[in-house]
Nanobody
């Protein structure tokens, strides 16, 4: 029903920057929020940042506040994650998420994009 395609991952040195993109297609009319999660090696998937679709309100995890910024382009049904001051601990597979509906929500996920930060 909703397809999510991430792009922008890659290899970067510590202190560098990357911008991830996630384009949503399909039946997105009831999207409540979109966001980013990541799964670091040997760790569970964790929340990174999200943006409420209608209001544009943003929220991010403490571990990335001040370094990562989530934004949106409503016309393109696309969200972005600007990642600055990257650290090796940011190395992970980053997943795009779309949550449809405020009550009884349904989550959709992209396939993930690898971000590797070298020392």
């Amino acid at each position: 029903q909703v397809q999510l395609v991430e792009s922008g991952g890659g290899l970067v040195q510590a202190g560098g920057s990357l911008r991830l993109s996630c384009a949503a297609s399909g039946r997105t009319d009831t999207t409540y929020a979109m966001g980013w999660f990541r799964q670091c090696p040997g760790k569970e998937r964790e929340f990174v940042a999200r943006i409420t679709w209608n209001s544009g309100n943003t929220y991010s995890a403490d571990s990335v506040k001040g370094r990562f910024t989530i934004s949106r382009d409503n016309a393109k049904n696309t969200i972005y994650l600007q990642m600055n001051s990257l650290k090796p601990e940011d190395t992970a597979v980053y997943y795009c998420n779309a949550r449809l509906g405020k009550v009884a929500p349904v989550d959709y996920w992209g396939q993930g994009t690898q971000v590797t930060v070298s020392s």
